[in-house]
Every structure is written in structure tokens, then in C-alpha cells.
């Protein structure tokens, strides 16, 4: 199971670098990149302005993935924290086994609710 992943992984791979590749050499024609406020343009082929804004692209969501997972896992250790004292909290608690029975009550030390 585990050789039939890799393989098609590597299949896949294989086909997307010849796509890749098959892309680069059709579009080899120089172009000029107007960077407005720069006082530059240079001219780059084409086949490296895409790839290029696909990298970026590719960079900035795998750094929003990345910031989202590492989110959860902060609230997650949070949540582990306060579920653990919590528990301990509750283990602490005295059971109603360990609870003293209450015995016979003093007649002299009653509550005297109706007296004014």
C-alpha cells in the first residue's frame, strides 16, 4: 500500500515538472516588467514572471496555512491546560465517602428560626 502511494506520488510529480518544463520552453520570450513606481523595468522571460508570481503566491498561503495550524494548536494547549486543572480541581473534591457522617445533633445548639 505504502510503494503504490509513493509511486503515484512520484508519478505525479514526474507529470507536473514536464508540464512545467514543456511551459518554460514556449514561452521564452523576453518581457518587460513596468514596476510602476520604481524606476526600473526589467525584462525577464515570461515563463519566469508566472512561475515566479505562482511561488509568491504558493509562499504566502503555506505561511497563512502554517499561522491557521499553529492557532489551533495554541488553543488546543490551552484548552488541554484548563481541562487538566479542571480534573484536578474535581479530584480534590472530596468524595461522598470521605464526607464525616454528621452525627447526632446537641439539643443546647439548635437553630432557633422562630423566636424574635
Given at each position: 500500500m505504502r510503494?503504490?502511494?509513493?509511486?503515484i506520488v512520484r508519478l505525479f510529480l514526474a507529470i507536473v515538472?514536464?508540464?512545467?518544463a514543456i511551459f518554460a520552453v514556449a514561452n521564452r520570450t523576453?518581457?518587460?516588467i513596468d514596476l510602476s513606481?520604481?524606476?526600473f523595468a526589467p525584462e525577464l522571460?515570461?515563463?519566469i514572471v508566472i512561475l515566479?508570481?505562482?511561488?509568491?503566491?504558493?509562499?504566502?498561503?503555506?505561511?497563512?496555512?502554517?499561522y491557521s495550524r499553529q492557532?489551533?494548536?495554541?488553543?488546543?494547549?490551552?484548552?488541554?491546560?484548563?481541562a487538566e486543572g479542571l480534573?484536578?480541581?474535581?479530584?480534590?473534591?472530596?468524595?461522598?465517602?470521605?464526607?464525616?457522617?454528621?452525627?447526632?445533633?446537641d439539643s443546647r445548639r439548635r437553630l432557633a428560626l422562630n423566636e424574635d
Open positions: 510503494t503504490a502511494f509513493r509511486i515538472i514536464a508540464i512545467v523576453p518581457t518587460k513606481p520604481l524606476p522571460p515570461l515563463f515566479g508570481a505562482m511561488a509568491v503566491g504558493l509562499v504566502i498561503g503555506a505561511g497563512l496555512s502554517s492557532k489551533l494548536k495554541w488553543q488546543a494547549r490551552t484548552q488541554r491546560k484548563r480534573e484536578k480541581a474535581d479530584a480534590d473534591k472530596p468524595t461522598p465517602s470521605q464526607i464525616p457522617p454528621a452525627g447526632s445533633a
